[in-house]
């Protein structure tokens, strides 16, 4: 049988068990150096000192033992090797249950660690950023306040000079802020703010059911957008716009306001009546050209037999009154005729550069003359340095006799007409208005006072042409003629012609 020396494990047992005390006491050793010179990272430095410790305090109980264990076997003390033995165990146990620990609750307290990092950062940039606001603070401020002031001062800006209506009310109507355009539109611009604030906004509504429609759109959606009214102006008329407004929710005092937006299309809707105006004339124009045409050759026919006949019948006779009889007529008729083709301005007007202030000081004279004016008036403002217009002369005295000759019916036995002309410089254009003081003009009446034929005199006293020809001639120098005009107010038609190209550019 062959003997093994069991030298080999003795001597690894005892060098490996020296050897691991000196091993965890170096590594001990270099992590109190490590907790010496990085005080900042306690957590992770500490997890390992902790482990050093236990690993340090294992070692000594692991070699110890193996070393006693050694010592007593070799000196014949088996006993007391067997009595230690448990003491040296359960010092093993516990080191081995105390890095455990450690190791297992490490990483929550890596978690926790790691929460109080970024809220210590937290803190330090929050505490960074009020030393900064601090040592600012005053200049920030400042730089705050310009912007407020300039952004304000923009938008007051915006406020003041537009030239459609803002306006501020409360939800029921009564008026917080109103801009200057506003004002004009509602015919309060000599009223004070104090004056208007407080006022209800449905006051200047003319349908007593127009704030009712307006409060319904924005209590179901909030807003109103682009929706037609009519405004009761200060003076009674009524003044077309388009509304546009949002409820706004403030955390002024105010609470909720509503914002209103208000166009003028006053104008813009006469222009489409006027053109509609003009299209229907225009069409109707076409017409009577096409039947005056047809009559006017058949009438010359007439006229000029008539008047061969006249020739050969004695001036006593029956027959040569009947004759005069039908040659009156159908000049009548001719007359008639050549207003329709006139209206239809069939005929190119002969023009030439005219002072339309002569023109005027003929017409007038020649109607003081042939016109009972005992009680009537005839006033002019004639502006300065007027320039020429390309016109022909005939056809601009008709218009202006008619002009003057329905004055005079409008105005009765006593009144005012006054004839004032003026430039409009924009537009290249000069202006002749003709109005007076009579009993003007029915409201249903003037979409129709154009048409041929349409007259309000009794019967035998117009034929309804002379406004249609007076209309159909302005149209052929591409002028405009309107008329404004209320009941008992009396009416005023203005015409508009062009200024010819070259006497413009002087």
């Known amino acids: 049988m062959v003997t093994v020396s069991s030298f080999p494990i003795w001597f690894v047992d005892v060098v490996g068990s020296v050897l691991m005390i000196v091993f965890t006491f170096v590594s001990l050793g270099y992590c109190l150096e490590l907790k010496k010179n990085e005080p900042t990272d306690i957590i992770i430095i500490n997890y390992l000192l902790w482990v050093c410790v236990a690993l340090a305090v294992f070692a000594i109980s692991r070699s110890a033992g193996h070393l006693l264990k050694q010592i007593f076997l070799l000196s014949g003390h088996q006993a007391l090797w067997t009595a230690t033995q448990p003491f040296s165990g359960a010092i093993n146990t516990f080191t081995f249950i105390v890095v455990a620990s450690v190791t297992l609750f490490f990483e929550r307290t890596w978690a926790i660690y790691g929460t109080i990092l970024k809220d210590r950062q937290a803190l330090q940039t929050a505490h960074e950023e009020l030393i900064y606001l601090n040592q600012n603070l005053e200049g920030l401020v400042e730089e705050r306040t310009e912007a407020l002031a300039i952004s304000e001062q923009k938008y007051r800006r915006i406020f003041e000079v537009s030239r459609d209506m803002i306006l501020v009310t409360r939800t029921d109507g009564r008026i917080l802020n109103i801009n200057p355009a506003g004002k004009q539109l509602c015919g309060l611009s000599t009223a004070s703010d104090s004056a208007i604030e407080g006022q209800l906004f449905q006051n200047y509504l003319s349908g007593p059911d127009d704030w009712k429609n307006i409060n319904q759109h924005i209590e179901n959606r909030g807003f109103i957008s682009s929706e037609e009214f009519d405004l009761l102006l200060e003076d009674g008329s009524h003044r077309r716009v388009l509304l546009s407004g949002s409820l706004a929710k403030t955390p002024s005092e105010e609470g909720e306001t509503i914002h209103f937006l208000v166009k003028d299309i006053e104008q813009r809707r006469l222009m489409q009546k006027q053109m509609a105006q003009a299209d229907k004339l225009a069409s109707i124009g076409e017409l009577s050209s096409g039947i005056a045409h047809e009559i006017n050759n058949p009438l010359g026919i007439i006229l000029g037999y008539t008047?061969?006949?006249?020739?050969?019948?004695?001036?006593?006779?029956?027959?040569?009154?009947?004759?005069?009889?039908?040659?009156?007529?159908?000049?009548?008729?001719?007359?008639?005729?050549?207003?329709?083709?006139?209206?239809?301005?069939?005929?190119?007007?002969?023009?030439?550069?005219?002072?339309?202030?002569?023109?005027?000081?003929?017409?007038?004279?020649?109607?003081?003359?042939?016109?009972?004016?005992?009680?009537?008036?005839?006033?002019?403002?004639?502006?300065?340095?007027?320039?020429?217009?390309?016109?022909?002369?005939?056809?601009?005295?008709?218009?202006?006799?008619?002009?003057?000759?329905?004055?005079?019916?409008?105005?009765?036995?006593?009144?005012?007409?006054?004839?004032?002309?003026?430039?409009?410089?924009?537009?290249?254009r000069i202006t002749v208005e003709v109005a007076d003081t009579g009993h003007g003009i029915a409201k249903e009446n003037l979409p129709r006072i154009f048409d041929p034929f349409f007259t309000t005199k009794p019967t035998g006293e117009g034929t309804g042409l002379g406004l249609s020809v007076s209309y159909g001639i302005i149209k052929g120098h591409g002028g405009h003629i309107i008329v404004k005009s209320e009941p008992d107010q009396g009416a005023a038609f203005t015409l508009s012609l062009p200024v010819s190209p070259a006497i413009a550019e002087r």
């Open 307 to 428: 008047q061969l006949l006249l020739r050969g019948e004695d001036p006593q006779s029956d027959r040569y009154n009947d004759l005069k009889t039908i040659e009156k007529h159908v000049r009548s008729c001719k007359a008639i005729v050549e207003d329709l083709l006139n209206f239809a301005r069939t005929s190119h007007p002969h023009k030439e550069q005219i002072d339309i202030h002569a023109v005027i000081t003929d017409v007038v004279h020649f109607v003081r003359h042939h016109s009972n004016l005992e009680n009537i008036q005839i006033e002019t403002a004639l502006a300065p340095k007027l320039p020429s217009v390309l016109m022909d002369e005939k056809k601009i005295k008709q218009v202006l006799i008619n002009l003057l000759m329905n004055a005079i019916h409008a105005v009765g036995r006593s009144g005012t007409i006054r004839i004032a002309t003026g430039t409009n410089t924009a537009a290249n």
